[in-house]
């Protein structure tokens, strides 16, 4: 195997990894899943990172190389081979086509690549920002992330905005647009994004005042000829003391993470477009969770904390199969004894899932 990589730190020429289907682990059969485990090759132990996977089951991640620096990939499910993006980025999302977005570690910029192989472009911040991220992506070409001069804790107005980017047809980049707060708020996140239905991109996440008690808010995105259009922010409904919205599918149905009193646990939502948010069902023995990812076909991926006598807190990855039924994936797939998949990132339409193993290892699960 013969790995090359061009170690820039700004345009990096992506270099691929054609690796035969050993480079990663296969686990046995069991339950509705195989796992599949994801390693980049020459990666530094436990390194490997990923949060997004697209309808084909390939993945947006990070790993560290051998010199401890950051590094972006791209996992093609289908070939099983690993795409290096190079040195000092990220990859933190990928849409159908196999367009990522990520960050540029040095220059503190958010990236986009029209192809694992292709050189990444800039996505700018606003004017007087000095820095952007880019956090999701659709296969129209509407990216959401963040604009900002770095500052903690986030107290000073304008140094912080969610944005929206375009890349057209042609790969050109679209100056950001803002995705705007709640009045006085001062910080927010853009988490996730439709595909356009009918023109319309739905954007979810939160707006808060500072640091602390967000509030779940939804975002409209067109693209006019005179740039993107955003409608919002449309705060959700309810009588809850802090919420972030987290995922949402093509139909604008949203998961959210809600704590209903100060003090009180996080616990996972769904709320159906024009309906209020209702609660999902807990794993016996489960206190607090949160809910991730759903899908077109209403299925959604999280996380539940459950207490196990003489183990105290215990993290399971779980799968609500519909708005009243939720199972723990370890009952649906075959792992290591001492293995048990802890986080459930994204859900596709397909159904297959990226999670996580004891905190460190990234893995698909795929539906049979």
């Known amino acids: 195997m013969v790995i090359t990589t061009r170690l820039t730190l700004f345009v ?9 289907m050993a480079a990663f682990a296969q686990g046995n059969k069991g339950g509705g899943y195989t796992a599949v485990r994801l ?8 390194s490997t990172a990923a949060l997004k996977l ?3 089951a390939n993945v947006a991640g990070t790993y560290r190389d051998a010199g401890n620096l950051t590094c972006g990939f791209h996992f093609d499910k289908t070939t099983a081979s690993y795409t290096s993006l190079g040195v000092m980025v990220s990859a933190e999302g990928i849409n159908q086509q196999d367009a990522m977005i990520g960050y540029d570690e040095f220059f503190g910029r958010g990236l986009y690549w029209s192809s694992p192989t292709a050189t990444p472009k800039v996505l ?19 990216i959401v992330g963040a604009s900002y001069i770095p500052e903690d804790p986030p ?15 042609a790969g050109s980049v679209s100056a950001p647009v803002v995705l705007p707060f709640l009045i006085g708020d001062l910080v927010g996140r853009a988490f996730d994004l439709t595909e356009a239905v009918a023109g319309v991109t739905t954007v979810v996440g939160l707006s808060q005042p500072g640091l602390y008690d967000p509030l779940p808010l939804s975002w409209t995105v067109t693209i006019a000829e005179s740039g993107l259009v955003v409608i919002g922010p449309d705060l959700f409904g309810g009588n809850y003391f802090l919420a972030e919205a987290r995922g949402v599918n093509r139909f604008g149905n949203a998961v959210v993470m809600v704590a209903w009193a100060e003090g009180s646990g996080a616990a996972p939502f769904l709320r159906l477009t024009g309906n209020s948010m209702t609660p999902l069902p807990m794993l016996p023995k489960a ?10 076909a209403g299925k959604v991926v999280g996380y539940q904390t459950i207490f196990q006598k003489g183990q105290g807190a215990l993290q399971r990855a ?6 009243t039924a939720v199972v723990d994936l370890n009952s649906q797939v075959s792992l290591g004894s001492s293995e048990k998949l802890d986080y459930a990132f994204d859900i596709n339409s397909r159904g297959d899932i990226l999670a996580r193993i004891n905190g460190n290892t990234p893995c698909l699960l795929i539906a049979k």
Not at 155 to 169: K, M
């Open 12 to 20: 990096v020429v992506a270099a691929t990894i054609l690796s035969p």
């Open 39 to 46: 390693a980049f090759p020459g990666a530094a132990i436990l």
């Open 54 to 56: 697209n309808d084909r």
């Open 124 to 142: 700018p911040p606003l004017s007087g920002h000095t820095h952007s991220r880019a956090h999701a992506i659709n296969s129209a070409g509407i």
């Open 155 to 169: 107290v000073t107005p304008g140094y912080r905005a969610i944005v929206a980017w375009h890349v057209d047809a």
């Open 287 to 296: 206190t607090t969770g949160s809910a991730t990812s759903i899908n077109d």
């Open 318 to 323: 779980v799968l609500w199969t519909s708005s």
